[in-house]
């Protein structure tokens, strides 16, 4: 089971982009998934959450600008991105918490899971 992301790129501020994170494998299920960011020299900071019922969070400083959803028939998360600013300049990951899958003979469960993590660069 792994986590694919893509969709990052360079663009000016006041544009757009939209991220997906799509989860390979023979997946059952996928609870939380989130995006994070991690900037240079910073820590990694959550941006957004949806839970499996479909209710999302975003941090306060994208608020407005971002949105989250899921689409579980492709086991994939997006992230919508508008009027970026130069400070989402960051390398963005997606997560899932947990993740039910099928083996050949049961299924199970694996914990905190992330993607390879797509660049986003957003010029002034």
């Known amino acids: 089971v792994q986590l694919q992301a893509s969709g990052g790129g360079l663009v000016q501020a006041g544009e757009s982009l939209k991220l997906s994170c799509a989860a390979s494998g ?3 299920s996928i ?22 019922g479909g209710a999302t969070n975003l941090a306060d400083a994208v608020k407005g600008r971002f949105s989250i959803s899921r689409e579980d028939a492709k086991n994939t998360v997006y992230l919508q991105m508008n009027s970026l600013k130069p400070d989402d300049t960051a390398v963005y990951y997606c997560n899932a918490d947990r993740i039910r899958y099928y083996t050949d003979t049961r299924s199970s469960t694996i914990y905190n899971v992330w993607g390879q993590g797509t660049q986003v660069t957003v010029s002034s």
């Not at 609870?31 to 499996?52: D, H």
């Open 31 to 52: 609870n939380t998934l989130a995006w994070y960011r991690q900037a240079p020299e910073k820590q990694r900071e959550l941006v957004a959450f949806i839970t499996i």
């Open 26 to 28: 023979r997946i059952a």
